[in-house]
């Protein structure tokens, strides 16, 4: 069965009319770990859907690592991973995709997830591109993070404390901006028929709303991301795609957003 409900009024759809923001519900402190159970669910349900999504990020993890050892740069290696996980809600839209499949009771395939993708680039290139400027600027405060490194050859924990100090404060700061507008915006572009700025902003009111529980989310997305890199990426396999099978109940759960029509499902 599909639920699209609003689809018969999609056609008639005037933007102009729409409020400027979604409401949102309130979520309690600890909700962000039912999320986790029900993108481990998802993930179960279409497991050989979501290992290929996150065996394709281990393998560009790996040609990102690759390139940048050929290339004898350490903080290349880092500036491009952290690129590739400030894109992190784009890329993830095949996840949502195969649990809206799942939550409408058809049988996930990545074929419609590419499909549905296409439908959606237009939105997605833009937030990409916001998403780029925003590491950009960080990349570029990464690389001033130089000036703090003590000059000894070989220096203590004391000496590294101005620079890890510095260097964790810029990231967590950048971090936190990438988590607000890509936390629930990009799952709302591919469930609404709703721009880009409606959606951003959707995301960062709902993130400052619930400040307490979007702590413990960005804290578990960040624990398994960590993990992930442990593991020399491998970890990364089961643990992208179920974070980003979590994301999707954590924007249903959390965005009210039936004042927009949805899309058509797309024909099979």
């Not at 560009?60 to 952290?82: E, Q």
Request: overall charge positive; hydrophobic content about 55%.
């Amino acid at each position: 069965m599909v639920a699209h409900e609003n689809n018969a009024d999609s056609n008639d759809f005037d933007s102009s009319t729409m409020p400027f923001v979604a409401p949102c519900r309130k979520i309690g402190v600890l909700t962000p770990f039912r999320w986790l159970r029900l993108g481990w669910g998802d993930f179960n349900r279409a497991r050989r859907q979501s290992l290929t999504y996150g065996l394709a990020m281990v393998a560009i993890s790996y040609i990102v690592a690759i390139t940048a050892y050929l290339m004898g740069s350490y903080m290349l290696l880092f500036v491009l991973l952290s690129g590739f996980f400030f894109l992190g809600p784009v890329l993830a839209m095949g996840l949502y995709s195969i649990s809206c499949q799942l939550q409408e009771g058809r049988r996930p395939r990545l074929g419609y997830c590419l499909r549905e993708g296409r439908r959606h680039m237009g939105n997605g290139l833009v937030l990409a591109f916001v998403l780029l400027i925003v590491f950009l600027i960080w990349a570029r405060a990464a690389s001033m993070l130089h000036i703090f490194f003590p000059e000894q050859s070989s220096p203590g924990l004391d000496e590294l404390k101005l620079f890890l100090g510095v260097g964790t404060s810029v990231g967590a700061f950048f971090s936190g901006i990438i988590f607000m507008v890509g936390a629930f915006s990009i799952p709302m572009i591919m469930d609404r028929k709703v721009d880009v700025i409606t959606a951003v902003v959707t995301s960062v009111n709902a993130v400052f709303r619930n400040k307490a529980a979007m702590l413990v989310w960005m804290s578990i997305i960040v624990v398994c991301v960590i993990i992930g890199f442990a593991s020399a990426f491998v970890g990364l396999a089961v643990l992208l795609p179920l974070v980003g099978h979590a994301t999707w109940y954590a924007y249903k759960e959390t965005i009210d957003a039936e004042a927009w029509p949805r899309y058509e499902a797309l024909k099979p």
